[in-house]
Nanobody, 127 residues
Framework: QVQLVESGGGLVQAGGSLRVSCAAS????????MGWFRQAPGKGREFVSA????????YYADSVKGRFTISRDNAKNTVYLQMNSLKPEDTAVYFC????????????????????WGQGTQVTVSS
């Protein structure tokens, strides 16, 4: 089994920054990519960002492009999301996800392509 543990969420004022982390452990045979998704109250889970594990290609939702940066530490099986210039509309529970195998990076934007998920970490941005 694969476990994902997020950390680093919290409360921040608009315009501030936060970094969330996600460490993967357990029976990890391979990692094709990892992603971040978020879910605000009453809304569906939406794509935020993803990174391919071997090449390090990065992908972002238009709503966070230029403000958020995803990175990875292959040795630690950990993915990070640096969030700058935060807005109240960024308030949500942030989930990380892991896909062990794959061929196309386009799949990394689709939550249904991820079999493994963390428990989520709350990010609240006050105005």
């Amino acid at each position: 089994q694969v476990q994902l543990v997020e950390s680093g969420g919290g409360l921040v004022q608009a315009g501030g920054s936060l970094r969330v982390s996600c460490a993967a452990s357990g029976r990890i045979v391979s990692i094709y990519g990892m992603g971040w998704f978020r879910q605000a109250p009453g809304k569906g889970r939406e794509f935020v960002s993803a990174i391919s594990w071997r090449a390090g290609n990065t992908y972002y939702a238009d709503s966070v492009k230029g403000r958020f940066t995803i990175s990875r530490d292959n040795a630690k099986n950990t993915v990070y999301l640096q969030m700058n210039s935060l807005k109240p509309e960024d308030t949500a529970v942030y989930f990380c996800a892991l896909r062990g195998s794959g061929y196309y990076d386009s799949a990394l934007r689709n939550k249904d392509e991820y079999p493994y998920w963390g428990q989520g970490t709350q990010v609240t941005v006050s105005s």
